[in-house]
Each structure stands twice: as structure tokens, then as C-alpha cells.
């Protein structure tokens, strides 16, 4: 059941997950477009989340797109960044200096290169933040040095939540904390929970699919209607948990099962790649192991249990299931 509309305001909004923008002139909604939208979500009961380009909109939008309840998704180089609910960093380099603030929550987009390298400042950004989400680019490109090489950067990261839960503070970084808080699976929900109205009218499963610019990705079944027609979904049983045989029995409930990198990389929407499940585990096993030692400064968590497992990647144990 839809629960959430995600409305670009440009052809050039921030992606704010596994896929970069590939378009690189601004082209706003309309007016009328965005006042549609906004009915159309205020009639669905849709929570509503605008997502920002680098630059400022017209005055003339500003009215329109506070008539409604709503969240703002900017990129950091928005230069009316502070009144954003959720902040994008496209480059590392734009957390240097940043001036955080308690409540906002912050997404840093980042391939794999630069994530190794710049693991202290992702360390030291932990303590400045009350919930930090950390996007990697490509990781469909991971191979095993570099699983290997993120074990280290993920042991890293866990030694420091823990002693600043030890210090009473509870920061979150989505790859090690979300999981300890979760008993069910909580995924990206493009086309099931939430959908995504585009610059040009339409509907999408989700921004990538409009964003991304590939014939190979994009096709008639990524668009899901209009705002005249309204939502329609193809073949929408595929992005529900029970049409995914592998995930639906896995318990990397954080994984954000990305419906665009699926499509990319195994050409179906409900299958995850191998690099995209063994990083996700790569994730559970030092949650799991987090959540043991914050245990020993306090009670935490007192009902949650993540059991132990001697796999990476569900496939290799389906025939158990």
C-alpha cells in the first residue's frame, strides 16, 4: 500500500541513493504539476517528501510547496540547506566544515574508493550527527579484496559507536545500527510503499528510473502512470517481500534491497546481486556484534536478538529454505 509520495522539483534533484543523476539540465515542474501532486497526495493520505535541486526555486513555489505537511530532501550546496529535514552530501568533501544540526538527518553518497579512504572523517561525522546514512554508489562493483578491505572499515566504525554509547550518547549509522533495531525486513518499498512523481507529470517507481537516462533500465513498465490517469504499476506483485523467494527468508532486514540496482544488475526488480547481499551481511554480522557490546556498558535493546549465521549471501544456503 502506497504510504509515501517522493516529488522532484527539477529534472536535476539530488539522488539521494545507489544511482547518480544523470541529468544535467534544470527543467522544474510546473506549477500546476506540483499543486496536482500535492492533491493527489493529500486525497491518497500519502506522506509527501520534496526532493531539492542544488539551486533555489522561484519565489512563486514557495507558497505551493508549504500548503502541505511535508519533508525536505536537499543537497548540501542548496543554499537553503538549513531548513532541510534531510541533507544529501554528493561529495565527501562537502562534510568538511559542515555546520550539523540536532534532528536532521544526513546521507552521504560515496563509491567505494573514497569510503576506504576517508573512513576516520565518516568516523568523526558519526559523533556530529544524530542519524548518518551511508549510500554506496557502486556497489555492484565490490569484489573480494574489497569485502575484505570493508570488514576493516565496518569494525572501525563499530568501535567508535560503541564507545560513544558507552559515553551515554546514540548516534545511528544505518549500515550498523538500523539492523539492531529491526525485526522485520525495511526496504527502499519503491513501487510498493512509495512512488515517485517526475518533472515532466508522470509517475515512476522510483527517481532512478526517471533520473538515470539508460534505454537498458528505463522502459514503459518503470513508468506507473500520470496525474491524470493516476498510479498504475506494472506487474506490481514484484515489488512486494513475498514475490522475492530469496529475501523475504533473509534477516538482513536492513538491506535497502534496491528495486533500481536490482534491475541493473540481475534484470529483475525482487532479485539483489551477489555484491549487493554478501555487503549487506557484511553489515549484519558486526551489528550483531555491536549490539552484544554495547550490552556490556547497559541494558540495550533488551528484546532484540540477531542469532548467528556462517554465510554471506543467502543464495548459498537456499536449498535449507
Excluded at 509527501?48 to 522561484?58: F, R
Aim: proline share 4%; with cysteine; net charge negative.
Amino acid at each position: 500500500m502506497l504510504q509515501y509520495l517522493m516529488i522532484l522539483l527539477d529534472d536535476t534533484s539530488t539522488s539521494y541513493c545507489h544511482y547518480n543523476n544523470k541529468k544535467s539540465e534544470s527543467k522544474l515542474i510546473s506549477i500546476e504539476d506540483l499543486k496536482a501532486g500535492i492533491f493527489f497526495g493529500m486525497t491518497e493520505n500519502l506522506m509527501i517528501q520534496y526532493v531539492y535541486p542544488s539551486h533555489a526555486l522561484p519565489a512563486e513555489y514557495e507558497d505551493v510547496l508549504e500548503s502541505i505537511d511535508h519533508s525536505k530532501i536537499m543537497p548540501a550546496d542548496n543554499p537553503n540547506v538549513d531548513e532541510a529535514d534531510v541533507v544529501v552530501f554528493n561529495d565527501w568533501k562537502q562534510m568538511e566544515g559542515f555546520s550539523y544540526s540536532e534532528g536532521v538527518s544526513y546521507v552521504l553518497r560515496i563509491n567505494k574508493s573514497d569510503l576506504f579512504e576517508q573512513k576516520v572523517l565518516i568516523a568523526d561525522t558519526i559523533e556530529k550527527t544524530t542519524k548518518l546514512n551511508v549510500v554506496i554508489t557502486d556497489v555492484e562493483s565490490f569484489c573480494d579484496e574489497d569485502f575484505d578491505t570493508y570488514k576493516g572499515v565496518l569494525q572501525l566504525w563499530s568501535e567508535k559507536l560503541e564507545k560513544l554509547y558507552a559515553e551515554g550518547k546514540s548516534p545511528l549509522l544505518n549500515l550498523l545500527t538500523d539492523r539492531m533495531q529491526l525485526e522485520e525486513m525495511n526496504n527502499c518499498g519503491a513501487g510498493e510503499s512509495n512512488i515517485t512523481l517526475a518533472p515532466d507529470g508522470k509517475f515512476y517507481v522510483c527517481p532512478a528510473f526517471y533520473q538515470t537516462n539508460s534505454d537498458t533500465i528505463i522502459s514503459p513498465a518503470f513508468k506507473a502512470g500520470s496525474l491524470e490517469e493516476g498510479v498504475h504499476v506494472k506487474s506490481s506483485q514484484l515489488y512486494k517481500l513475498d514475490h522475492a523467494p530469496l529475501c523475504r527468508k533473509c534477516d538482513a532486514f536492513h538491506c535497502r534491497r534496491c528495486v533500481w540496482l536490482n534491475r541493473k544488475t540481475t534484470l529483475e526488480v525482487n532479485t539483489p546481486s551477489h555484491e549487493q547481499c554478501v555487503v549487506a551481511h557484511l553489515e549484519r554480522n558486526p551489528s550483531r556484534q555491536l549490539l552484544e557490546n554495547i550490552r556490556k556498558h547497559g541494558q540495550f535493546l533488551t528484546q532484540q536478538e540477531i542469532k548467528e549465521i556462517d554465510y554471506l549471501d543467502p543464495f548459498d544456503v537456499k536449498e535449507e529454505w
